[in-house]
């Protein structure tokens, strides 16, 4: 993760926010790389999932919304987080990310210790319990430890355990439910009834203008309506990179489908199409796996949620879910509202509020997840024996910031950086492309493995004096060849959708 985020910085792709002033927890910025790699993402997801479709409408709504949203979807009252305040640290944590386990010695407790989920949280733990052991020089055989949640209960039950910022027994309070939403005041007057409220998510968006959206008429069930755009929420423990910030960005679609559908076998294939959709954007399966949430965790109107999980270097963590979400939503901002939220079904002759099935997702999870699993240092050995470390970055060209970078040969050479000139400006009017004619070609194809550019394009002697060809090498197998203008452009054409 270090690397990643190193690259990040030196090339460009991601900055910490306000970082002249050291920074600012749980924001970031992108830079020029950055913006357009998101940029791509977003783009080809709007593509595939609005655009190629003819079942899905885009909308956008504004991300201030009337305060009333908030509380019939029970944001105001239930968004909440466990949150544990370290009375020695000054320090808060999550409860859930927080885990503790008894030190057992021949079969007798001997302490507690604590540890902050991670990749390997019961390995942490077993570290800790170990040097508890040391510290308090007990002898005998340590048990494996068993990691279990903080809770109010074990907060009562135990509180000796200890804090993990601090290692002190006792200085952590039991669990309360922390609101995520960031609050904002709207007009001049500033007292209660001027609360509003960041949104937490685009959802809600789809949902109260899913009758707008029914009223002009251009859609009919099954349907989705989708939005990308920024959600806010004030994270308690905003941590690993971009992968849980408190400003990030979200792509969610909500599906309508009738009451009597089979929703299982929608939520299916949605499940189905967000496993494909990340293949095409260059996510290997292999990194990729399913986890349904257990029924006794689903919230109270949920039907099933699925996730679709990514290996992160620091765990598999949620990059997706897909939650079929009966038709709550309506219903509550039916009630909430008054407006009725119904609509009418021909065959039947009825009137019934639509079910929904819900992908989201968040563009910078993808952004992270697609930097992982595409950076890579390599040994290489050039023509000379000598060996070297190559970084090299393999996006997909859907969504590599630059598609092909323009190399003339030589820089002082007219005939050359001209021509180099010339495709460069009719490539531009329809992809990201660079020009580069500083250095030796080697480490100009170098810098542009490292940013991920799929292919570089050398403008050579042979060019200019012969059949007009150039050389194509290629960023993943560093393999050259020649390659005319129109091949040039139909490989462009195939792999850049
Ligand atoms: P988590 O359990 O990781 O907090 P969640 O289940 O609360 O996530 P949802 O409310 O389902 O997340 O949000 C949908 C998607 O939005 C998530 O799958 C994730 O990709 C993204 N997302 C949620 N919270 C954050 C965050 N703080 N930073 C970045 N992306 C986020």
């Known amino acids: 993760m270090e690397a990643i985020a190193a690259l990040c910085k030196r090339r460009g792709f991601i900055f910490a926010s306000s970082e002249i002033y050291g920074g600012f927890n749980g924001f970031f910025d992108y830079g020029p790389l950055g913006v357009e790699l998101k940029r791509n993402i977003r783009d080809c997801w709007w593509r595939d999932m609005v655009q190629r479709r003819n079942d899905v409408v885009g ?48 079969g007798q407790v001997r302490g507690y210790v604590s540890a902050l989920e991670g990749d390997d949280t019961a390995g942490a733990l077993q570290a800790a319990a170990e040097a508890f052991k040391r510290k308090h020089a007990i002898q005998g055989a340590l048990a494996p430890v068993e990691p279990h949640e903080f809770t109010e209960a074990s907060a009562e039950q135990i509180p000796q355990i200890p804090s993990p910022a601090t290692g002190e027994p006792g200085s952590l309070t039991p669990p309360r439910a922390f609101n995520m939403m960031f609050e ?130 620091f765990g598999v963590q949620e990059l997706w879910g897909i939650a079929a979400r009966g038709n709550y939503d309506l219903s509550q901002h039916e009630q909430a509202s008054g407006v009725p939220q119904a609509i009418f079904d021909e065959a039947t002759k009825k009137k019934f509020i639509p079910h929904v099935i819900e992908p989201a997702v968040g563009t910078d999870r993808i952004f992270l997840a697609v ?23 393999r996006l997909s060209p859907r969504i590599a910031p630059v598609k092909v970078a323009i190399l003339p040969l030589l820089k002082n050479k007219d005939a050359l950086t001209e021509r180099a000139r010339a495709l460069y400006k009719s490539l531009q009017r329809r992809y990201a492309v660079f020009y580069d004619e500083a250095g030796a070609i080697g480490r100009r194809y170098r810098r542009q493995d490292e940013i991920g550019t799929p292919w570089c394009v050398t403008i050579d002697f042979d060019t200019v ?33």
């Not at 944001?75 to 885990?99: E, I, M, W, Y």
């Not at 009223?215 to 309506?225: M, N, Q």
């Not at 050259?480 to 490989?491: A, C, F, K, Y």
Request: aromatic share 12%; hydrophobic share 35%.
């Open 59 to 106: 909308i956008e709504s504004s991300i201030i919304m009337h305060p009333k949203v908030w509380q019939a979807s029970g944001h105001v009252d239930g968004f909440t987080d466990p949150l544990v305040d370290c009375k020695a640290s000054k320090q808060r944590f999550r409860a859930d990310q927080l885990f503790f386990a008894a030190v057992v010695v021949d």
């Open 184 to 313: 904002t005041q709207v007009g001049a007057l500033r007292d209660g009834s001027s609360v509003a409220y960041l949104r937490p998510e685009t959802a809600q968006g789809m949902f109260v203008d899913f009758k707008p959206v029914v009223d002009t008429g251009r859609v009919k069930l099954p349907f989705g309506i989708a939005q990308v755009g920024k959600s806010f929420r004030n994270e308690i423990t905003p941590r690993n990179f971009i992968f849980r910030s408190r400003e990030f960005e979200q792509m969610e679609m909500e599906y309508f489908i009738h009451e009597d559908a089979d929703w299982q076998a929608h939520h299916r294939e949605w499940i189905q199409w967000c496993w494909d959709w990340l293949k095409s954007i260059g996510l290997p399966e292999a990194q990729l796996s399913l986890y349904d949430h257990p029924k006794e965790k689903l919230s109270f109107y949920s039907r099933g949620t699925t996730d679709i999980m990514f290996r992160y270097p």
């Open 371 to 393: 930097l992982c699993a595409a950076y890579a240092e390599e040994q290489i050995t050039d023509e000379k024996g000598n060996t070297d470390t190559r970084t090299v970055l």
């Open 465 to 497: 004096e012969k059949d007009g060809s150039f050389t194509l090498r290629e960023r993943d197998s560093m393999q050259q060849h020649r390659i005319s203008e129109t091949e040039l452009l139909d490989l462009l054409d195939r792999e850049v959708y």
